[in-house]
């Protein structure tokens, strides 16, 4: 089993990334994106449900960041648009394969797999 991330790069304030998680090995029920900056801990970003593809996000990212999925290539996506220097951290997509409660979605404890990150840097 293997979440492989991919798609981080240094861009311009207002700017748009695509971040990618491609699973393999197996299908899993939920998947999650988390942020990391240097100094902090890892946080929560947004989470989809494979099934249905019901999404949730972070306050600090709704309106400019979305969560979708391909079934074909069992793959999660996190497309960011109007990035913001504050957005810098280093990327991580998590995997569960129960869903988990929604009052606990949001904590990286919740996802037992996880990708090896993809870094993300927004200049200003």
């Known amino acids: 089993v293997q979440l492989q991330a991919s798609g981080g790069g240094l861009v311009q304030a207002g700017g748009s990334l695509r971040l990618s998680c491609a699973a393999s090995?197996?299908?899993?029920?939920?998947y999650a994106w988390f942020c990391q900056a240097p100094g902090k801990e890892r946080e929560f970003v947004g989470t989809i449900r494979w099934t249905g593809g019901r999404t949730w996000y972070d306050d600090s990212v709704k309106g400019r960041f979305t969560i979708s999925r391909d079934n074909a290539k069992n793959t999660v996506y996190l497309q960011m648009n109007s990035l913001k220097p504050e957005d810098t951290a280093m990327y991580y997509c998590?995997?569960?394969?129960?869903?988990?409660?929604?009052?606990?979605?949001?904590?990286?404890?919740?996802?037992?797999?996880w990708g090896q990150g993809t870094l993300v840097t927004v200049s200003s």
């Open positions: 090995g197996r299908t899993f029920s939920s």
């Open positions: 998590g995997a569960s394969v129960n869903v988990p409660i929604v009052t606990f979605h949001d904590s990286t404890g919740a996802y037992r797999y």
